[in-house]
């Protein structure tokens, strides 16, 4: 036997005899597995209204049992005011698991704010909360995202009364999709893609896959039409180029009445100084661009309408500021679950990550 042979012979029985004795052999640096995932953080770190995790940006699974010795009625709310899980009643001595997955960032809430508290903080609220146990571990790499780009009325608002519709819109989705919140107060097309801290900022997050939902026209109010279009091509180019698909969503109406009952104006329908029809533009450029469009601007004329002067003053926050145009909570919630409603319609969402009813 040659030399040669004779050490692949020696070779090969050395290796027969390290798995025998039940060793395996080093394996290839290139073939090694990928590093074991976090262990899960748990209810020791909560109390029984709030829980606190200390962990860096990014996307988190939580899964939440509710319940205890007597009746409840548990909602979780988290970060700058989302609105992550719905109110969840549970009969006396039952469980029930809940799960969702939740975006943190820095900042923590709108882009040109304050950087918020670091890491993870959910806050159990209803009727009578009731919190057995808790999980939280980071989500899947390829976990999909819902961005938002955006003005005040879907923001992250950071205070009392005000809601954005995007603050409320986590609780309707399920474990594996996310909802980071980009939107930011007081922005247009114009300074949204002028400011880094927004598109600069945004347009990197965007992965293969992911939505992003983009409504901007309460601001533009001295944009004239050509510049109104071309940037709202521009950030639907941008989206592409990321390999994210982008949505347009016609903005919430505002509610100023005719003597009639309708809100057939230009105030309410979004028509600024310049004659720049916003909810018009936004479609045309969803069918020039070959994009989905939620048309939120028909949606909620026609919630606004149905309820009437009176009945839609709740939607706002005329009670409280004689604002027309800013949502109460519960105009948020309303407006979100419309919002959630035609992202199924349009199959853009699978429908078994999406909470109904």
Known sequence: MSRARRTSHLTCLALTATIALGTAPTPNPAHAQAPARPPALGIDHCTPTACHFDVPSGAYDVKVVLGGDSASS??????????????????AGERVARAFTVDVRTPEGEPTGADGTPGLDLVFG????????????????????????????????????YYGWGQQLPQFLRKGLSVANHADSGESTVSYLADPRLWDTVRPLIRPGDLVLVQLAHNDKTTDEPTYRANLEALVAGVREQGGEPVLVTPVVRRWFNADGTLNNGTALLVNGLGVDHPAVIRSVAAAEDVPLIDLTA?????????????????????????????????????????????LARRLVPPGLVRVG
């Open 74 to 91: 548990t909602s979780v709310g988290g970060e700058t005011r989302r609105a992550l899980l719905p109110e969840t009643a549970v009969p």
């Open 126 to 161: 209803g009727a009578a909360p009731a919190l057995a146990d808790i999980r939280v571990t980071p989500a899947r790499r390829h976990t999909r995202q819902i961005l938002l780009v955006g003005d005040s009325t879907v923001c992250d608002q950071p205070g009392d009364p």
């Open 299 to 343: 949606r909620t004329k026609e919630v606004v309408e149905a309820l009437g002067v009176e009945g839609s003053k709740s939607l706002y926050l005329y009670d409280e500021k004689r604002d027309n145009t800013h949502t109460s909570r519960h105009g948020a919630t309303v407006y979100a679950a419309l919002v959630r409603d035609e992202l």
